[in-house]
């Protein structure tokens, strides 16, 4: 037989249908694995509370001109109020900014958690099951605190097993008193509080835990959901999982609230700092203008004047055109000047710009306006932060550019207000030349009258402005609105038991078949008849295992007992039987019917590979049949042979030795079969090798061939010592015993040599110790696998 692969190189991993095939044979395996994954799934999901989600929608009112969102008062719009424009994702991040959350949980004091004995886990008590609440008046923020609550049969409140930051705190001992009473313990100052569901609690210790603010803003952020709904849309979803359904509810309603206020808050800044100004300078100009009121007066009562200004209508009615330009342009003229100073006064560098000052310049207007929102924005992250900011930084350096822009700004806008007043008041130069007849009195009283309309024009200008502010103020509306109230399905998000059980049946599934895998690939020894069909020795057959080792546990080390059975057996059908009948046909059909192979030698490449088994019942398997069979024991190191006619004291060592006449009287007849005889070793020498050169073994052997059908011979292992050479020259055919399990498979290409080079005559192989499985490393009959009964069909 010729073959292009390499002796002993076998397929380096397994196919799946042979893996298949072994996880089938090994399914107990994998019925212990899913027993002990699915119970301990089981087990968490006992143990694991069960966590809910609520979510609610909000939406973000949203003007693409910037203009109010506020629907009714869109008419307000040009007074410059009402400038509500939101950035959604400026709002995703206010919404889960850790200021907000903290002002969630001191509003529904979630630092203080309670819980009581349940069936597999603690019960979380909050809202209506919740009867008392416990306040900590002596604990910093940053301290966690533990204490247990029991209601004595009395009605008092007994508190215990006081801990602060993981110290045991009570030594043992307790605090008692009444529900709203000031409690003195190791913790400080306790008030435990009745809630308006008291009535309806149930008797039992209550676990009260008390944690850090700052962990507790941690804990409920990380349970917070932002996101947004659809990227075209300003719609914010909303979620939060907590093991209280009503609590997760609680947290959405209380976030949306909090948020809502905070906007309010800010758009209502500028409003704030524009009604102290205009306040302010009403209380100036008042004056003022009372002042003018009362110089015209006495003026006019001194000097008892007519109405000077019905004697020159035609060139009071330019002059007052022009007063009027005049006026208007003064006003403006005033504002500005009255900004730029405010504007470069140290003392307002970080305060808000007046809005709506007057300046009839839509530029300068735009610029406050975007000045004021950078303002605003700065001191809410000086708020949150520090100055040390990186942002702040940034918005301090784009405050000061953006202050440099309006003063030049108000600058331009000066020169040409003065530009104009200078035209109009040569325009009214000339009106006046002309009425210069006009008595001295008439021009002084118009010039008071002119500074009495400019102060009243502005006193006017700025109530109209105060009134206006207060109504933008009163009439702020959220920037939010509810789509979906806080909402969600009673079965718990997590843990999901499907999943759960589903990752442990794989796991279940596969760690058996992992360790399989693993297992045999490890596995370098000869698994079973393909790891050796490459090679060209002729095979016989292969032996199944039948006999399993008990291991016990001992200190000490167990020796391993030979296995004495004679597994053959007339008219038995089992596995075993069948397979030494298959290996007696393959050897009848090699041997031929001239019998000119009688003598035949077992050997194998390690001790306990099952020679000694397989010749016995080998050998028995011929004696059934009828043939005259011969057993000897030439492994007269360990006689194992021996004790299956309990190792008699004369055998083939005393007659090689000479102490035995003749070998008639070594052969030990029919004690097994009658039709087997063995020849034991007898008493075990000192020069095993010595005798077996000894020339009366090869007389003995010729005189035997005559006397037998077939003579088997128990050899040691080769390569450990010389016996097995010695003896194979006596013999005519050599049967190699290969262990599965035993062999390592670098070692099958020394046998295929042994083969090649005709070292052992006629060589054959027989494999032993397959094991009883129908998968790829079975031995595989369509027989019964029963053993114990001698009759089994």
Known sequence: MQNNTPTGQNEEYMKIQDLLQLCL?????????????????????????????????????????????????????????????????????????PATILEVVKRLHLDVDYSTDGSFHDKVLYGKDLPFNISFLDLADHEAATLTLKETEDGRIQLSDFTRDDEDMDNGESCSGQAGDTLHTPLGRIVVQPTLFYPNREAAELYVSRNSLYDTVDRYTQSLTVTLKDEKATVISLSCQDVSIQRAEDILNTLISVYNENWVKDKNQVATSTSHFISERLKVIEQELGNVDEDISSYKSEHLLPDVQ?????????????????????????????????????????????????????????????????????????????????????????????????????????????TQIHTFQQSERQNTARIAASPTQAKYLLSVERQQKVKESLYLFLLQKREENELSQAFTAYNTRIITPPLGQMKPTAPVRRNILLVAFAIGILLPALIIFIRENMNSTVRSRKDIENMTVPFIGEIPQIFQKKKRFSFRKQKEEPVRTIAVKEKSRNIINEAFRVIRTNLEFMTGREGKIKVIMLTSANPGSGKTFIAMNLATSFAIKGKKVLVIDLDIRKASLSTYIDSPHTGISDYLSGQADTWQKIIIKGKTHPNLDVIPVGTLPPNPAELLSDERLAQMLNALRSEYDYIFVDCPPVEIVADASIINKLTDMTLFIIRAGLLERVMLPEIERFYTEHKYKNLSLILNGIENTHGRYGYRYGYSYGYGNDNDE
């Open 25 to 97: 044979a090994k399914w107990r395996w994998f019925a212990v694995s899913l027993s002990i994954a699915l119970g301990i799934a089981v087990l968490y999901l006992l143990i694991t509370p069960p966590v809910y989600t609520r979510s609610a929608d909000i939406l973000i009112k949203e003007d693409s001109n910037g203009n109010s969102p506020t629907g009714d008062f869109g008419s307000f719009a040009d007074l410059g109020l009402f400038q509500a424009n939101s950035n959604v994702n400026n709002e995703l991040i206010s919404l889960q900014s």
């Open 310 to 418: 019905a004697a020159s209508n035609l060139y009071m009615t330019q002059a007052s055109e022009t007063s009027s330009h005049i006026l208007e342009l003064n006003n403006q003229l005033y504002m500005a000047n009255y900004i730029r100073n405010y504007l470069a006064n140290e003392s307002n560098k970080n305060q808000l710009l007046p809005a709506n000052s007057g300046i009839d310049n839509a530029n300068i207007e735009k610029l406050i306006s975007e000045y004021n929102d950078k303002q605003i924005q700065r001191n809410s992250l000086i708020a949150n932060s520090s100055e040390r900011n990186p942002l702040v930084a940034d918005l301090d350096r784009a405050l000061a550019s953006m202050r440099q822009s309006i003063l030049h700004s108000i600058d331009n806008q000066v020169v040409t207000l003065k």
